[in-house]
């Protein structure tokens, strides 16, 4: 049974900082890109980070570019998303998600397995 887990959410006031983590259980971890969704009230969930499998490729939405952070530690299962100079727009929840044609895509629609998110609240 494949297993996608996030933490590290929390409440920061803006211009702060959070590194969220992703562990995944159940599947070969190295075989899957890995992507970081957001969705806010109101809005639809948004594609803003992934990474693929050998850490050489990496995207992001252009609302995170320069702010945001992906990684991997493929021997732990685990994928960061290192979160500086967060805005109040940057509150929503964050949702880690796998996907096994490892293309690295920020379309929900390539990805299999979803965790069920963390919550990040930035204040003004």
């Known amino acids: 049974q494949v297993q996608v887990v996030e933490s590290g959410g929390g409440l920061v006031q803006a211009g702060g900082s959070l590194r969220l983590s992703c562990t995944v259980s159940?599947?070969?971890?190295?075989?899957?890109?890995m992507g970081w969704f957001r969705r806010s009230p109101g809005k639809e969930r948004e594609g803003i980070a992934c990474?693929?499998?050998?850490?050489?490729?990496?995207y992001y939405a252009d609302s995170v570019k320069g702010r945001f952070t992906i990684s991997r530690d493929n021997a732990k299962n685990t994928v960061f998303l290192q979160m500086n100079s967060l805005k109040p727009e940057d509150t929503a929840m964050y949702y880690c998600?796998?996907?096994?044609?490892?293309?690295?895509?920020?379309?929900?629609?390539?990805?299999?397995?979803w965790g069920q998110g963390t919550q990040v609240t930035v204040s003004s």
């Open positions: 998600a796998a996907d096994r044609w490892g293309a690295c895509a920020l379309s929900e629609t390539a990805y299999n397995y």
């Open positions: 159940g599947l070969t971890f190295v075989d899957y890109a």
């Open positions: 990474i693929n499998w050998t850490r050489g490729r990496m």
